[in-house]
Nanobody
Framework: QVQLAESGGGVVQPGGSLRLSCAAT????????MAWFRQAPGDERKFVAK????????QYADSVKGRFTISKDDAKKMVYLQMNSMKPEDTALYYC????????????????WGQGTQVTVSS
C-alpha cells in the first residue's frame, strides 16, 4: 500500500510554469505505475499524464502534450509534473494516483490517490 501527498500548486499567469510534486510513503513505490489527473469545477476528473513503473513509456492527454512533463525519482519516492506554457483552461485540482497493475487513463484504474493540489491560471 502507498500513501500519496501532492504539493506545489498555486496561482500562475498565463504562459507561466509550475512544478507539482507527489510524495509517496509506503513500500514498493518503484513498482507503481503513476499518473496525474485533474478536475475543474463542475467537471469530471480527467487524465493528464502517466508514467510506467519502469520509467517508460510516458503518455499525455492531447490537451497538455508538448507543455507538461511527468517524471519520477524512485530513490526519493517522488513523482513530478512540470507544467509550462500554462493556459487558463489548465485551472483545476490536480491529483496524483498510483496502481501496481493497471497502466490506463481511467480514474477507476488507480487504487491510490492523494488529496489534490489546486492550480489556478489567471492574469
Amino acid at each position: 500500500q502507498v500513501q500519496l501527498a501532492e504539493s506545489g500548486g498555486g496561482v500562475v499567469q498565463p504562459g507561466g510554469s509550475l512544478r507539482l510534486s507527489c510524495a509517496a510513503t509506503g513500500r514498493a513505490f518503484s513498482s507503481y505505475n503513476m499518473a496525474w489527473f485533474r478536475q475543474a469545477p463542475g467537471d469530471e476528473r480527467k487524465f493528464v499524464a502517466k508514467i510506467n513503473w519502469t520509467g517508460h513509456p510516458v503518455q499525455y492527454a492531447d490537451s497538455v502534450k508538448g507543455r507538461f512533463t511527468i517524471s519520477k525519482d524512485d530513490a526519493k519516492k517522488m513523482v513530478y509534473l512540470q507544467m509550462n506554457s500554462m493556459k487558463p483552461e489548465d485551472t483545476a485540482l490536480y491529483y496524483c494516483a498510483g496502481d501496481l497493475l493497471d497502466f490506463e487513463d481511467s480514474v477507476s484504474s488507480y487504487d491510490y490517490w492523494g488529496q489534490g493540489t489546486q492550480v489556478t491560471v489567471s492574469s
